[in-house]
């Protein structure tokens, strides 16, 4: 099982950026995935989360309405579309998949993590 995530950067306050994961080892299309992110001295933050079949997303109050998960089953591929950025977005964002039910937080399976800087 492997997942591979990409799409960080440095950016300013109010930017955007689209995080991607790709996935290799499973059969992706039968799992819920999450994007969980990570700053040093702190635990873990699930950030979002999506079904199996990409019909239901939920996602923290932190990031509602800025942040949009999706999903491209066909292609293995996990998305994290982030608008409006702000410095309390700085985290490592891994790519994680969901020990059942997407909404629970129980993971077996993490990436390596993409940095995200939001900074001026």
């Known amino acids: 099982v492997q997942l591979v995530e990409s799409g960080g950067g440095v950016v300013q306050p109010g930017a955007s950026l689209r995080l991607s994961c790709v996935v290799s080892?499973?059969?992706?299309?039968?799992?819920?995935m999450s994007w969980v992110r990570q700053v040093p001295g702190k635990g873990p933050e699930r950030v979002s989360g999506?079904?199996?079949?990409?019909?239901?997303?939920d996602y923290a109050e932190s990031v509602k309405g800025r942040f949009t998960v999706s999903r491209d089953n066909d292609n293995n591929t996990l998305y994290l579309q982030m608008y409006n950025l702000r410095p309390e977005d700085t985290a490592l964002y891994h790519c994680?998949?969901?020990?059942?039910?997407?909404?629970?937080?129980?993971?077996?399976?993490w990436g390596q993590g993409t940095q995200v800087t939001v900074s001026s």
């Open positions: 999506i079904s199996s079949g990409g019909g239901s997303r």
């Open positions: 080892g499973f059969n992706f299309r039968s799992f819920g």
């Open positions: 994680v998949r969901n020990i059942g039910w997407y909404q629970d937080e129980n993971y077996d399976y």
